[in-house]
């Protein structure tokens, strides 16, 4: 897949995006067009999909995160149409940071922001009436320990 080389350079960009090649190459020990070429590899396979600015929810006005723990209805002919709304709604939705398929009791847990409780609830109501939800439950978080977008690849030895 990628070597120790390639891992280090997405490791390195994970922690700070605005590395340009020249750096990246000292770091690792490169030149910089070689490094060049190894990133634009690694974005054309897929293995980095993107760079974004991690931005502070609350100083944006969205102060609230939750989790919402969604149950689509159970009956066979209804379950891939429930999971269909549900993904079309997650999808359209800005507060809806992510949306995670799960095993277990709920379908579905899906991370949020929200500026007041009340439009937590609002949001909540939308999902309900736009997807086909027969059951949901709301985790408000009070505090937020380690919250990361950082992935350690695994070493093939």
Do not use: W
């Amino acid at each position: 897949m990628i070597d120790n080389i390639d891992r280090q350079i997405v490791s390195l960009l994970q922690t700070d995006a605005h590395l340009s090649n020249a750096a990246l190459a000292e770091k690792v020990g490169l030149t910089t067009s070689t490094v060049h070429e190894r990133v634009k590899k690694l974005e054309k396979k897929g293995i980095i999909r993107g760079y974004v600015a991690l931005a502070d929810a609350a100083a944006l006005g969205k102060p609230i995160t939750a989790f919402v723990h969604l149950t689509v209805g159970s009956a066979s002919t209804d379950y891939m149409e429930s999971k269909n709304s549900v993904r079309n709604i997650c999808q359209k939705e800005p507060d809806v940071l992510e949306c995670h398929t799960v095993a277990g009791e709920d379908c579905y847990i899906l991370k949020v922001r929200a500026a007041s409780t009340g439009d937590l609830e609002k949001l909540i109501e939308r999902i309900r009436c736009n997807a086909r939800v027969s059951g949901t439950t709301t985790r408000i978080v009070l505090s937020t320990v380690k919250e990361t977008m950082h992935v350690t690849p695994v070493r093939e030895d």
